[in-house]
């Protein structure tokens, strides 16, 4: 994976409850990080046809590992002012260096 091919900015964040100066608690998004991705929305190829399993997934994130934070499903990716939930997290091929990312595309609900 080479910088070319990450030419996606996304923020990683974090939906925690906090309290605001009067005590109060609200849930607002905390971003984590800011980093350059490569983004794959699904398509009718055979990789997307073999990840059946995740058949809720509409991305694949592709980005380098990022020191002492650990991405899990509880996060949210940001990408294009379009919010997406973290399906799945693996580590590619095992190596420590690059996280690839399979995510849910969020629709917000009109009312």
Known sequence: MSY???NS???IISAAPSKDADGFVTTGDHIVA????YKEDRHGTERWANMAAFSE???LFRFRKLPGIEIT???FIV???ER???????????RGMYIEVLA???EPSVR
């Not at 800011?34 to 991705?37: D, E, G, K, Q, V």
């Open 57 to 59: 997934a509409t991305a």
């Open 104 to 106: 849910e595309k969020l």
């Open 84 to 94: 997406y939930r973290i399906v799945s997290v693996e580590d590619v091929r095992g």
């Open 34 to 37: 800011s980093i350059r991705a």
């Open 4 to 6: 070319g091919k990450m």
């Open 9 to 11: 900015f996304i923020d």
């Open 73 to 75: 499903t509880a996060l």
């Open 79 to 81: 990408c294009s002012d």
